[in-house]
Structure formats: C-alpha cells, structure tokens
C-alpha cells in the first residue's frame, strides 16, 4: 500500500457523533485525495487537496468535513449531517499532473451503530 | 468531460485460459488511462497506464492492456489466468488539459475457476 496509512482499520459510529479517519503519507506527494466505496458502486470523490491549507469538493462532499495542515496528514471527519455513512473509505495520494499514478491507503470500514 | 465505462460487472475465466477486463472512455482530449487492482478490504493498486507512445502496455503481475483510438478503449489483458489474479478491477481516465483528477469506472469482478 506504497507509503500511505490509513487508521483505524474499522471505525464504529454512533447516531449523531462525529468521527475522524486518519491518513498520512511519506511519499512527499503534493495531492492527496478522499474516496468513498459502495459495493457496485466504484468510487466516488470526496474532498482533494493539492497544497497545504487548501481543498476542493469532490463529487460528495455533503457531510464531510477536511482538514490539510500538513503536507503528510489529510484527515477525514464524517460529520452527523452524513446520514448514510456506512462505507469503505480509501485515501490516495500523487503528485501534481494528469499523468502520474494514484497511491492508495488500505482503507477505513465505518460502521454505524 | 471525461467518462468511462466499465460493461461487465463480472467476468469468469477457468485457471490458464486468457483473460479480458474490458474499459472504454469518453474524454475530450487525448487520454491517460489506468488500471488498478483492489484485493478484498485492502486499497487499490496500480497495474499499468497508458500515457503515449506504443498502445500495447505492459505492467505488473504479466498484465497489459491495449491502448484502442479508434474504439476509445482500454481492455486489460493475461494470456493465462491465475485464481490469485481474482479481484476487483477498476480502470480510470484523465485527459490531456484537464483537471489531473481521474474518474474511475465502477470496477468489474474477476472471478478465476480452478
């Protein structure tokens, strides 16, 4: 998994709370990304960031939250505005450019209570 | 805008017969396409991409695929299937000029019989 973690590896959340998903790299990438996976679904885009203290909205952003204070760290808070968030949760990183290869965590399961 | 599209949700190859995940796209521009390789409850990893140049790929684990202008499309290929090659496949574009984001297909399930 190239560089990237991901923690927890199973995340339990209860109605109403917030929680947070940990990703770090040591790949000295510039971009890093947030992607949601649903069985037959693929994977859609949460938040990305290319520079620290800068992000964009993917394609599901509602009920998610980001932070990018560091170059190695981008975590993820799903919030209690997320109404369905039980899903398998990948971080990647790259560097800048249409090109270049994504790197992928080992992912987050987020189960609800 | 860019798309792709993966048509198969599952493919079943026996052990040793070759192997074909199909992708096409739909870019407006020249393309970059990838494939990478998901394994049960772990991330995704990289097989091969085609930047330029010649359009037959070849990356890891005796993967390649063949890069099609013509027929917009981006096949992933083995000419002899393993039951360790069993996954989850997804290919994914990006084109020339354009935000350097990716959009991914939906993934296609390889299923190798013993």
């Known amino acids: 998994d190239g560089g990237i973690t991901q923690s927890p590896k199973y995340l339990f959340r209860k109605e109403g709370q917030n929680v947070t998903l940990s990703c770090e790299q040591n790949?000295?990438?510039?971009?890093m990304y947030w992607y949601r996976q649903d069985p037959g679904q693929g994977l859609r885009l949460i938040y990305y960031?290319?520079?620290?203290?800068?992000?964009q909205k993917g394609d599901i952003a509602e009920g998610y939250s980001v932070s990018r204070e560091k170059k190695e760290s981008f975590p993820l808070t799903v919030t209690s505005a997320q109404k369905n968030p039980t899903a398998f949760y990948l971080c990647a990183s790259s560097i800048i450019g249409p090109g270049e290869t994504q790197y992928f965590g080992p992912g987050t399961r987020l189960l609800v209570l | 805008a860019q798309s792709v599209a993966q048509p198969e949700d599952q493919v079943n190859v026996a052990e040793g017969n070759p192997l074909t995940v199909k992708c096409t796209y739909s870019?407006?521009?020249?393309?970059?396409l990838f494939w990478y390789v998901q394994y049960p409850n772990r991330g995704l990893q990289f097989l091969l991409k085609y930047i330029t140049g010649d359009n037959l790929v070849k990356g890891s684990y005796g993967f390649e695929a063949e890069f099609n202008k013509s027929q917009t499309s981006f096949h992933l290929k083995k000419p002899s299937a393993l039951v360790s090659d069993s996954a989850l496949y997804f290919c994914?574009?990006?084109?020339?000029?354009?935000?350097?984001?990716?959009?991914f297909g939906r993934g296609t399930s390889l299923i190798v019989h013993p």
């Open positions: 790949l000295n990438h510039d971009a």
């Open positions: 960031s290319q520079i620290v203290n800068d992000f």
């Open positions: 870019v407006s521009g020249n393309p970059y």
């Open positions: 994914a574009v990006r084109f020339r000029g354009g935000s350097y984001i990716p959009t």
